[in-house]
């Protein structure tokens, strides 16, 4: 169960259990994690997660919180939301090693597609035996007012 530690009203989700990879790492699925660690001397590779989009078809990403952990210098080194095949939001993570959360500025990308969200995320595995976990992709949507406009 994931406790909403915020007052957003919609909630979607992907655990590590669909994650898929690029090819450049090795990814280990579990029955809620993932583990991605070095299959070739690559130092970078990338990871999708499908997220469902919310109910409302007007509600805007607010936050995206992940739940992650790196060993050996292995840790999450961006992030980028797309909306079916669009880049809607992209950032570089600072302390991706651990548990992180994001609040997209200017009250954040359009508001979400029918089809669904992939949320991909850049995986730095500077060691040989580098890896991180990914556990849960977390997005809150809330819904945008005239107020909210400045």
């Known amino acids: 169960m994931i406790m909403?530690?915020?007052q957003l009203p919609y909630h979607t989700s992907g655990n590590?259990?669909?994650v898929t990879?690029?090819?450049s790492s090795t990814v280990t699925i579990s029955q809620v994690t993932a583990t991605v660690a070095h299959l070739a001397p690559h130092t970078a590779s990338q990871v999708?997660?499908?997220v469902e989009s919310p109910p409302s078809g007007t509600?805007?990403?607010l936050r995206i919180r992940v739940e992650t952990s790196g060993?050996?210098?292995g840790a999450i080194t961006a992030l980028q939301v797309a909306y079916d095949n669009t880049i809607v939001f992209t950032t570089l993570v600072p302390d991706g090693d651990t548990t992180f959360e994001i609040c997209p500025e200017d009250g954040g990308p359009p508001n979400p597609p029918p089809n669904g969200i992939v949320v991909t995320l850049t995986v730095g595995l500077p060691n040989i035996d580098s890896s991180v976990n990914i556990d849960l992709v977390t997005l809150g949507f809330?819904?945008?007012t005239l107020e909210?406009?400045?």
Do not use: F, M, R, Y
Request: net charge negative; proline share 4%; no cysteine.
């Open 4 to 6: 909403k530690e915020d």
């Open 16 to 18: 590590g259990s669909v």
């Open 21 to 23: 990879g690029d090819g």
């Open 48 to 50: 999708s997660i499908p």
């Open 59 to 61: 509600a805007q990403l």
């Open 71 to 73: 060993s050996n210098g």
């Open 142 to 144: 809330g819904e945008s």
């Open 148 to 150: 909210d406009v400045g």
